[in-house]
T-cell receptor
């Protein structure tokens, strides 16, 4: 089965705290891509990162970092020193080469409190 | 470079009425997707186009939904007749190749 699980439905943290959003995926494919998207209240899906299944290097982009662990089928996202503007729904997604489509988790709603 | 453009942003219609959504993908992107996002859920694929061909429409409810992508550029998604349960956000995405998807702002449909 192909599946993306975001176990955290909603998280609230105080501004400047670090926060990690969890993502666990299932796929039979050996070649796939993983994504994180941000969906602010305006509704659009903003692309954050794409990682292919052969690249397990962690990545850092400013306050954002991603930890990809194939052994546990996880692709977690950490925001360091969170800001109010980070408040949004965050989706983890899996692209399967065989089907040429992206499947999404149910999202984690993140509230950054001032 | 312009992103994926969708219109309208919001639409309110009465049940049993028809409705259409329009999507203009990023220039040069051959793949186009329509996704449905229900409240509190992640987006789910409705249909995928490669140029003007619908290569995956297995999740499209064909009794009331239809889509077209004439000339392999813009696309239109239509619902006729709309039902209360169709209230959702309809997202269009385009891709330049394997494993990419860039999304538009979506159309929020409310059926009353």
């Amino acid at each position: 089965a192909q599946k993306v699980t975001q176990a955290q439905t909603e998280i609230s943290v105080v501004e400047k705290e670090d926060v990690t959003l969890d993502c666990v995926y299932e796929t039979r494919d050996t070649t796939y891509y993983l994504f994180w998207y941000k969906q602010p209240p305006s509704g659009e899906l903003v692309f954050l990162i794409r990682r292919n299944s052969f690249d397990e290097q962690n990545e850092i982009s400013g306050r954002y970092s991603w930890n990809f662990q194939k052994s546990t089928s996880s692709f977690n996202f950490t925001i360091t020193a969170s800001q109010v503007v980070d408040s949004a729904v965050y989706f983890c997604a899996l692209y399967m080469n065989r089907d040429d489509k992206i499947i999404f988790g149910k999202g984690t709603r993140l509230h950054i409190l001032p | 470079e312009a992103g994926v453009v969708q219109s309208p942003r919001y639409k309110i219609i009465e049940k049993k009425q028809p409705v259409a959504f329009w999507c203009n993908p990023i220039s040069g992107h051959n793949t186009l997707y329509w996704y449905l996002q229900n409240l509190g859920q992640g987006p789910e694929l409705l249909i995928r186009y490669e140029n003007e061909e619908a290569v995956d429409d297995s999740q499209l409810p064909k009794d009331r939904f239809s889509a077209e992508r004439l000339k392999g550029v813009d696309s239109t998604l239509k619902i006729q007749p709309a039902e209360l349960g169709d209230s959702a956000v309809y997202l269009c995405a385009s891709s330049p190749g394997t494993g990419w998807a860039f999304f538009g702002q979506g159309t929020r449909l409310t059926v009353v």
